[in-house]
T-cell receptor, first 114, second 109 residues
Framework: DAGVIQSPRHEVTEMGQEVTLRCKLI?????LFWYRQTMMRGLELLIY????????DSGMPEDRFSAKMPNASFSTLKIQPSEPRDSAVYFC????????????FGSGTRLTVV | TQLLEQSPQFLSIQEGENLTVYCNSS?????LQWYRQEPGEGPVLLVT?????EVKKLKRLTFQFGDARKDSSLHITAAQPGDTGLYLC?????????FGKGTSLLVTP
């Protein structure tokens, strides 16, 4: 099992540009979580999908952020337009129906907006 | 609003020493998880504690869930450099985990 795969690992972009982060879930997992990690705020839940449906997006900071899950194994998190304060490490995690709180995290995408 | 505090925030010790880190909350939880995060990687689940007063051991790591299910501790015996990382507690409340800011542990040879 390849685990949760995130891409890219690092992204440096200029303020105002669109950024798309990608996540491939573990096969058979049905829940998907996007988190953002910063030194100041720690790990913050952005959005939670269950069976491809967004259940809770209350953690998405602004309308500039959007997330999709076009199929059962793939998700994207888009920031448009990006701002320097969006700089953080973005993680996705997935879990299965049999172990809904046994999260498996990806290695994260380190985003720097200059 | 749930208040979750982890202490200490940073800890630097030498190989062979023992240490304890804490996770405290103002709320009662059905269960609690501990994760370890190494630099450049995502958090990895270490353990889930469910019952008040429960103690679980994972090699040199001992996890305890408070009797009132509002706090937890992680004790490491004879720390090794491989224990270096960020230790995160995550009380279970609802469908998603909300993490503490963690304790950053550095174990030097």
């Amino acid at each position: 099992d390849a685990g949760v795969i995130q891409s890219p690992r690092h992204e440096v972009t200029e303020m105002g540009q669109e950024v798309t982060l990608r996540c491939k879930l573990i096969s058979g997992h049905n829940s998907l979580f996007w988190y953002r990690q910063t030194m100041m705020r720690g790990l913050e839940l952005l959005i939670y999908f269950n069976n491809n449906v967004p259940i809770d997006d209350s953690g998405m900071p602004e309308d500039r952020f959007s997330a999709k899950m076009p199929n059962a194994s793939f998700s994207t998190l888009k920031i448009q337009p990006s701002e320097p304060r969006d700089s953080a490490v973005y993680f996705c995690a997935s879990s299965s129906r049999d172990s809904p709180l046994g999260y498996t995290f990806g290695s994260g995408t380190r985003l720097t907006v200059v | 609003t749930q208040l979750l505090e982890q202490s200490p925030q940073f800890l630097s010790i030498q190989e062979g020493e023992n240490l304890t880190v804490y996770c405290n909350s103002s709320s009662v939880f059905s269960s609690l998880q501990w994760y370890r995060q190494e630099p450049g990687e995502g958090p990895v689940l270490l353990v889930t504690v469910v019952t008040g007063g429960e103690v679980k051991k994972l090699k040199r790591l001992t996890f305890q869930f408070g009797d009132a299910r509002k706090d937890s501790s992680l004790h490491i015996t004879a720390a090794q450099p491989g224990d270096t990382g960020l230790y995160l507690c995550a009380p279970v409340s609802g469908y998603a985990l909300n993490f503490g800011k963690g304790t950053s542990l550095l174990v030097t040879p």
